[in-house]
């Protein structure tokens, strides 16, 4: 069974930009969660979607959005790119919920001039 | 809030050492831990899971426990080989973080030949 995918692996965007990451979950599953990766804070929950419904979001302001699609395939995107959204974004997805094992992709490096 | 800790920081072992990493959290309501390992720039990749009526699990050359009572997780791991080399993080689940995992900060380990 194919992983989780992420794409892109690399981006570099400047400041005021907006991007969108996309996220494929292993199949079957229907719940995909975001995380932000710095060194500073660590992992960090930015949202979750089931069903095409965002089940939980994170403290995160309301630059960061999402969506998810009837395949289960989810997106992010992010407007007014900021210096300090310079992270490793990673998409995990699991079979129910995001209480059931989480199985996470190799991550989107994004990089903020 | 839940937090999860992680100690030590870092960890630096010789081949054919068996080792023990910690982790402690605050909210007693945690249901799942979860371990992983994640190689630099890499994504993370699941290593064990707990869920709330196990005490412990077993992969391998990995062993993890579970004690709700004292908040605390333990990750150990025999006969570690260079090639365990990588951060270590934990992650758990409880009520008040509505099904999403909480991570600690990691523990680096570098296993020398």
């Known amino acids: 069974k194919a992983g989780v995918t992420q794409t892109p692996r690399y981006l570099i965007k400047t400041r005021g930009q907006q991007v969108t990451l996309s996220c494929s979950p292993i199949?079957?599953?229907?719940?995909v969660s975001w995380y932000q990766q710095t060194p500073g804070q660590g992992l960090q929950f930015l949202f979750e979607?089931?069903?095409?419904?965002?089940?939980n979001k994170g403290n995160f302001p309301g630059r960061f959005s999402g969506r998810q699609f009837s395949n289960s395939r989810s997106e992010m995107n992010v407007s007014t790119l900021e210096l300090g959204d310079s992270a490793l974004y990673l998409c995990?997805?699991?079979?129910?919920?995001?209480?059931?094992?989480?199985?996470f992709g190799p991550g989107t490096r994004l990089t903020v001039l | 809030k839940q937090e999860v800790t992680q100690i030590p920081a870092a960890l630096s072992v010789p081949e054919g050492e068996n080792l023990v990493l910690n982790c402690s959290f605050t909210?007693?309501?945690?249901?799942?831990l979860q371990w992983f390992r994640q190689d630099p720039g890499k994504g993370l990749t699941s290593l064990l899971l707990?869920?709330?009526?196990?005490r412990e699990q077993t992969s391998g050359r990995l062993n993890a426990s579970l004690d709700k009572s004292s908040g605390r997780s333990t990750l150990y791991i025999a006969a570690s080989q260079p090639g365990d080399s990588a951060t270590y993080l934990c992650?758990?689940?409880?009520?008040?973080?509505?099904?999403?995992?909480?991570f600690g900060k990691g523990t680096k380990l570098s296993v020398k030949p």
């Open positions: 979607y089931f069903s095409e419904t965002q089940r």
């Open positions: 995990a997805s699991s079979p129910r919920t995001g209480s059931d094992e989480q199985f």
């Open positions: 199949s079957g599953h229907r719940s």
């Open positions: 992650a758990g689940v409880s009520r008040r973080s509505q099904g999403n995992l909480i």
């Open positions: 707990i869920q709330s009526s196990q």
């Open positions: 909210d007693s309501a945690i249901y799942n």
